[in-house]
């Protein structure tokens, strides 16, 4: 059954203050246009510069996810997103004054009042999800985090977390879709260790941060001296004390599982950044901000060559990206001079691999050593330029308008001839991708043998 995107239906405001910069700033919620997706608009700054909340546009994530373009930032999104996202609202303009959207209390229930206030409405947009149609692995062993995502009819999340820390240990937590997101995660607040807070703002950062919009935790056998700095630190009047559970000032916490709870909170929050909801079963071990974006990079690839599947390919076949009439639909070659049969794996503006099954039955094969038959090298050359091409013209919305010419082929090797019976396989690498040009590395293989290699720069022209 086809679902129909979402906006709200009013517009509606929040002020608030940053939680790293201490700006206090005002957030506006408008209705959007139907596929406009959603975007953070600067009112504060000239030409008031729009900026897409997705993953193309993430700029930094050293304190939170903060999304950019041509210097205009917006930091600390996450929680906004996260609201967004928990009520599935897939189209929305947000307007803010400052560089940081407010923290309010920590965690997204705020902001997700605020949209249930104004209520959702439906557009005349068919929504379109990313399906996870095999398991999906993410590790990070620098960051020690395993996200493996698996097939599934609708969103899931299984999270957990093991922080070695006497009053933490190890929590887990699940959302079974996105109607419990509201009472079971949507409070969930922000938390860190009193450790980082003094390192925090030493540093200079959290100049917003207080009890108010996050839970501290310490040690059980923390130092008096620390508590003391603490207050001086947030300029609390009365002593700063610490509960038995380890949380400063005994702030209750909302769930007996809260800290596990906003992870997820978190992890909904970064996957909107993909721009298009996700059918699948996300299961995270100790993951955050840094390696949730990561991942929605990850992500992104494998939709983008989904997309460009359902573009070209009307018959989608196990292990082949690009059939022979895909191919003809992106490029202008025809026989005899079409020398890619299929595109087996495309990670778009990354790499490229191509198939050519060698034949007998060759146009060349008649006069190009004709008691010996060998694939001319330059054909190679051709073929390995045409699996590029691919790539290249992948990234135009209409590649059928364009071409893409060879401006120069260098540190060119043959290294084995090619002959009848051989399938050739070119794996072609970016080494650098511009919209109208493009230098790819390429090579040519029969099994595991190199028969050719070359560096390639291509330009795309209009036909």
Known sequence: MQEYKQTIGGTISYTGIGLHTGE????????????????????DLPNMPIIPADIEHVVDISRGTTIGIDGATVSTIEHVLAAIKG?????????????????????????????????????????????IEEPINFTSET?????????????????????QHPLLGTQYTWLPDLSYFEKEFASSRTFCFVKEILMLKNAGLIKGG??????VIGEPDIDPAQLEELRKVFNYK????????????????RYYNEFVRHKVLDLIGDIALLGVPIKGHILAARSGHKTNVELVKKLRKIQQKQQLQKLYQKRRTQNIVFDINAIQKILPHRYPF???????????????????????NEEFFQGHFPGHPVMPGVLIIEAMAQTGGIMLLNNLENPQNHLAYFASIDNVKFRKPVLPGDIL?????????????????????????????????AMVVDR
């Not at 960051?143 to 922080?163: A, M």
């Open 143 to 163: 960051e020690n985090v395993d996200i493996v995502i698996v097939p599934s009819s609708e969103l899931k999340v299984t999270f957990l977390v093991d922080y």
């Open 24 to 43: 206090i700033t005002t957030i506006t919620f408008k209705p959007a246009g139907k596929d406009d997706g959603i975007v953070f608009v600067r009112v």
């Open 87 to 131: 009520l599935d609202i897939d189209n929305i303009k947000i307007e803010i004054n400052g560089p940081e959207a407010p923290v309010a209390d920590g965690s997204a229930m705020p902001f997700l009042k605020l949209l249930k206030q104004v209520g959702l409405v439906q557009q005349d947009s068919i929504r379109e999800y990313f399906e």
């Open 425 to 457: 396989r070119f794996e072609l690498t970016v080494i650098s991708l511009k919209r109208n040009l493009t230098k790819m590395h390429g090579d040519a293989f029969v099994g595991d043998t190199k028969v050719c290699e070359g560096d390639f720069l």
């Open 238 to 253: 009365d002593p700063v004390e610490i509960s038995s559970e380890g949380i400063i000032n005994n702030t209750p916490l």
């Open 338 to 360: 079409l020398f890619v049969d299929k595109i087996v794996e495309f990670i778009p503006g990354e790499k490229i691999i191509g198939i050519k099954n060698v034949t007998i």
């Open 210 to 215: 207080s009890l108010d919009n996050a839970v």
